[in-house]
């Protein structure tokens, strides 16, 4: 391999793990997206990897 495709190489799983960051924080704000269902969200976290759905609790009035 020469150097120029090294680097070719190297930029395109660059640009994939950008992307794939990118996919990643997206399901991350779906997932802690208190409109969308708990019980789906939760499960959607634990099947991809990914924390469990923060839970903020309604302050006492």
Do not use: K, W
């Not at 391999?1 to 090294?6: D, E, G, R």
């Not at 802690?32 to 099947?47: G, M, S």
């Amino acid at each position: 391999m020469t150097p120029q495709q090294a680097q070719a190489a190297l930029d395109a799983a660059e640009n994939e793990l950008q992307e794939a960051r990118g996919l990643i924080a997206a399901l991350a704000a779906f997932i802690n997206n208190p409109a969308n269902n708990p019980t789906f969200c939760r499960a959607l976290a634990q099947h991809v990897g990914l924390p469990a759905p923060r839970t903020e609790n309604p302050p006492h009035v």
